[in-house]
């Protein structure tokens, strides 16, 4: 095992730093690393917390983390595409008082961004999810804007998927006519210090208790309301996760996500590796392939892809 691993392992919170820069950039010694912390993965509860811009959504996970801590877990953290980055540093000086210092090296928190990334963050963000897991953090945040192909791909791998609406801005009724409604363990209308909170709980609780469909794991969704900022609701929305989480490992459900997770980043990983070659090749060759007759243009571009594949 190579010394950085060895670190990282023990808590050294550079060496997690580093490695999972490694990781991140596919480097031969993070996939070295990712092999053996993915032997050590399967024990984490993870958490996917989704919402439209500005909904709380970072404002919320530090509030989870403090109530996490509190409650004796390592806590890790993903954000992808994060408009604003959300630091350790700014959580800490907000929300931990120097005396819960030393909580703080139970969390680790990492950003990561869509834009120009080829394929989306997907491989990135589930590599980083395992390796965590591996880390012995047992609670994983995952914090996503939940729209696009790559937050679908994330979101189905978490345990838990909690739903971010703001009362008073209809986005209750854009959420259920975008089918939003089917993908959430929880609908969590925050800020609710705003009036419109009571007619938002009401509509979302009607459209769940009406609703005519197959919830996810046969877990119907609950509807809580939390006031981030003041850390309000949040005991009870940690209460409420661990009620699912407990409800996932009883059905079996709970290590079966967790292989749905290692098969999706299988697929993924090897998916963005042929994207890259394929990028190449046609940067490549673009000139010359667009002179030939068209299937001659497929099959060459195909058969060169196959060549470097192969090496
Ligand atoms: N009044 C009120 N404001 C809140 C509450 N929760 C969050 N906010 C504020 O809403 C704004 C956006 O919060 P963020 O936590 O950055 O929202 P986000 O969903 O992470 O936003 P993006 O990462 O940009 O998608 C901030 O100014 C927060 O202080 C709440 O419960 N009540
Ligand atoms: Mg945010």
Not at 151 to 168: F, K, M, N, Q, R
Not at 203 to 232: C, Q, Y
């Amino acid at each position: 095992m190579s010394e950085l691993l060895d670190r990282a392992i023990k808590g050294d919170e550079l060496s997690i730093a580093r490695l999972l820069t490694k990781i991140e950039y596919v480097d031969p010694q993070g996939l070295i690393a990712l092999e053996e912390l993915s032997k050590r993965a399967g024990k984490a509860f993870t958490i996917g917390i989704t919402g439209i811009p500005g909904a709380g959504k970072s404002t919320i996970i530090g509030a989870l983390i403090e109530e996490y801590l509190k409650r004796g877990h390592k806590v890790g953290v993903v954000m992808i595409d994060p408009s604003s980055p959300f630091t350790k540093g700014s959580f800490m000086g907000n929300r931990i008082r120097m005396q819960e210092k030393t909580m703080l090296d139970n969390v680790f928190i990492r950003s990561l961004a869509s834009r120009g990334h080829l394929g989306g963050v997907s491989a990135e963000a589930l590599m980083l999810i395992e390796a965590l897991d591996g880390l012995g953090f047992d609670r994983i945040i995952v914090e996503t804007v939940g729209a696009g192909q790559t937050d679908t791909e994330i979101v189905s791998s978490v345990h838990s998927i909690a739903v971010l609406t703001v009362p008073g801005t209809g986005d209750e009724i854009q959420a259920l006519k975008a089918g939003i409604m089917e993908i959430g363990d929880f609908y969590v209308i925050n800020k609710a210090d705003r009036p419109e909170a009571e007619a938002s709980y009401i509509s979302i609780k009607f459209a769940i208790d009406s609703a005519e469909i197959n919830f996810r794991d046969g877990w119907k969704p609950l509807v809580l309301k939390t006031i981030a900022t003041k850390g309000e609701g949040i005991k009870e929305l940690v209460d409420t996760f661990e009620e699912h989480r407990s409800f996932l490992e009883s059905k079996g459900i709970f290590s079966k996500r967790i292989l749905e997770r290692k098969s999706k980043m299988i697929e993924l990983i090897v998916r963005r590796e042929i994207e890259q070659l394929l990028q190449k090749s046609m940067e490549e060759r673009k000139e010359e392939l667009i002179k030939l007759p068209l299937m001659n243009a497929v099959y060459s571009l195909r058969a060169e892809l196959l060549k470097k594949m192969n090496k």
